[in-house]
């Protein structure tokens, strides 16, 4: 049933109820019908004031109004009035503000009413201007597509219930949903892949909108396969898939089912690392929309230093919606996963410090390496097809209890792909993580396990969950080779290792023990490191938790330079002030 025309305004959320000023515009409005432009430019006038005629300024809210009811034409003396009193009947009402985050001095939303009805006119906003499989509201009848939407981050505590999901189609969506943010000043997430586990990161509840980029998946390579571009929403697995039998890849997830965004923004750690560096120093351009809309393209000639701050400075700067990627050569591959008993970890941990040293000389070896209470798992990886090279040897006699991945040479989409495979459909849980880095050492590693060992085993006593313990090998020539191509990272040149241990469980009643577990764990290399004299100052984004400050682990001088950055690519701090939470420069002490 069409709604009347006051009936419409107040869907819209744009006038309050008791609006008498412009309560009785029903007869005015339909018998508008003078000098208005086209709906096409109606349509592109997204937001701001829009010029009708030669002198001729009205609100960007009247101009939804006339689309949403239809009107293609109306005279601008009566456009003006209208604009002016829809302007003076929401001024006059706290819940009806479009006065957004355009001047500083607005606070942010500071009621859980106020954050909730921002969200809400962003929500209308979206589902009148966005293309109509664009937007999922909660109230959507189709509560089923809603939950689906919900369940997609890797951690349950990130399965937070926004107000509405806006899922873009196209850089111009993405570009609009950022302008009606900007607007209304409501709180917003972005969503590449979801496997972070910080809530929030990726994820919001009620009081804001979540910006799923699941739908921007493009992936393009070029005629002579040097470069890929590659839409945030992707996982890993189908980039790999896209270049299988060109005889290239990429440096990317190392595991499937990681979105690119994420992973990229935070740098990333890819096998074969030692060859060429981290990922994110080989994105040769982004194509990025900033906290007002504006599209920009960041790359080594324009916009160098916006390129510079998205290898590693996270969500700070805006919303990515396309990736460049340089390609690499490599093609068959050797690798081979094993699953060992617990009681095989102490060999481990002293062949895993062997083997660092031997990758000091062979750039060509990758090993990920992670044990947990119930076994360990051990994966080979070497970027030429050799059979079980003798950098691995030091595991070679020591017993495994099966074959997590069968030995095989194949490329590297097939060895993603075995890994989907055994990997199958993960179950929910919650999830916590967190990241140490240090330089290598057995003793560390021996204590450290120790520690870990209590910590874990005290965990599991007092609720049912399951820790790792990680030791990420990261060589000397993979730090050079990064450095070399330039990211506001400030890593140390040197071999040196990213401890990460991650813990699961089930249940809200034990989300601060299992923080406390994880503080633990990571605390304990931390302290041990220190005393050693071992500790590196730098945290790896992608890892570290939610009351951690990675981007400071940076230094003072990279931390200065990115904040310079962000204030002139986000003048009104949309990243800062509105997105739910992150890894943020504002979080940094000054």
């Known amino acids: 049933m069409r709604l009347d025309v006051k009936s419409r305004l107040l869907f819209l959320g744009l006038l309050p109820t008791w609006a008498g000023k412009v309560a009785g515009l029903d007869q005015n409005v339909l018998e508008i019908h003078e000098s208005l432009d086209s709906e096409r430019k109606i349509s592109s006038l997204l937001l701001g004031n829009a010029s009708l005629s030669s002198g001729c300024n009205v609100s960007l809210e009247l101009l939804h109004l006339l689309r949403e ?60 201007l966005l293309d109509s499989s664009s937007t999922i509201l909660q109230d959507s009848i189709s509560v089923e597509s809603y939950d689906s939407a919900v369940k997609v981050n890797w951690s349950k505590d990130c399965w937070h219930r926004p107000l509405c999901i806006l899922k873009p189609v196209s850089t111009e969506e993405v570009s609009l949903i950022m ?28 009081q804001g ?44 997830g190392r595991t499937p089912d990681v979105g690119v965004g994420g992973l990229l923004l935070g740098c990333g750690i890819p096998n074969f690392s030692s060859e060429y560096g ?12 900033l906290g007002n809309g504006t599209v920009v393209v960041a790359d080594q000639e324009m916009n160098a230093d916006l390129w510079w701050a998205l290898k590693g400075g996270g969500a700070n700067f805006g919303v990515v919606t396309q990736f460049v990627l340089e390609t690499v050569p490599i093609d068959h591959i050797w690798y081979e996963a094993r699953i060992y008993a617990p009681s095989e970890n102490r060999k481990l941990l002293r062949a895993v410090r062997e083997y660092q040293a031997a990758a ?29 090279p003798p950098v691995f040897n030091i595991f070679a006699d020591i017993p495994f209890e099966r074959h997590f991945i069968t030995p095989n040479t194949g490329t590297p989409y097939a060895m993603v792909k075995a ?39 005290k965990a599991l006593q007092e609720f049912d969950c399951m820790m790792t313990f990680g030791i990420q090998p990261v060589t000397s020539s993979a730090i050079a080779k990064s450095n070399a191509r330039g990211n506001p990272l400030g890593l140390s040149p040197q071999s040196q290792q990213w401890y990460t241990s991650v813990i699961q469980w089930q249940g809200d009643e034990f989300d601060d023990l299992a923080h406390e577990a994880i503080k633990a764990s990571g605390g304990a290399v931390r302290d041990i490191a220190k005393q050693k004299g071992l500790l590196l100052e730098f945290e790896f984004i992608n ?17 200065r330079r990115l904040r310079e950055i962000a204030r002139r690519y986000d003048p009104d701090e949309v990243f800062q002030r509105l997105q739910g939470d992150g890894h943020l420069l504002r979080k940094i002490m000054t």
């Open 278 to 289: 981290l990922a994110c120093d080989y994105v040769l351009q982004y194509e990025v929309v």
């Open 179 to 206: 302008r009606i943010i900007h607007r209304t000043g409501a709180r917003f997430a972005v969503r590449s892949g979801g496997h972070n586990p910080n809530q929030k990161w990726a994820s919001i509840d009620s």
């Open 543 to 559: 890892d570290a938790t939610w009351d951690q400050n990675p981007i400071a682990s940076y230094g003072a001088s990279n931390v």
């Open 69 to 128: 009811l239809g009107i293609q034409t109306v005279d601008c003396n009566t456009a003006v009035h209208l604009s002016n009193a829809v302007y003076q009947a929401c001024s006059e009402h706290g819940s009806c503000d479009f006065s957004g985050i355009g001047d500083k001095t607005q606070a942010p939303a500071s009621s859980e009413d106020d954050r909730r009805q921002r969200a809400s006119r962003a929500c209308r906003a979206a589902e009148l």
């Open 419 to 457: 890994f989907e495979t055994v990997l199958g459909e993960r179950p929910a849980f919650k999830r916590d993580i967190i990241a140490v880095s240090t330089k290598p050492d057995l003793g560390l590693y021996q204590e450290s396990y120790e520690r870990w060992l209590e910590t874990s085993t």
């Open 360 to 388: 000091e000389e062979d750039e060509k070896a990758s090993l990920a390496f992670s044990l947990s209470n119930n076994h360990t798992i051990a994966a080979f990886i070497y970027s030429a097809p050799v059979q079980f």
């Open 209 to 252: 909108v979540l910006i799923d980029m699941s739908r921007l998946n493009q992936v393009v390579i070029a005629p002579d396969s040097s470069e890929i571009s590659v839409g945030p929403g992707n996982r890993w697995v189908r980039v790999y898939e896209r270049l299988e039998g060109s005889g290239r890849s990429v440096l990317g």
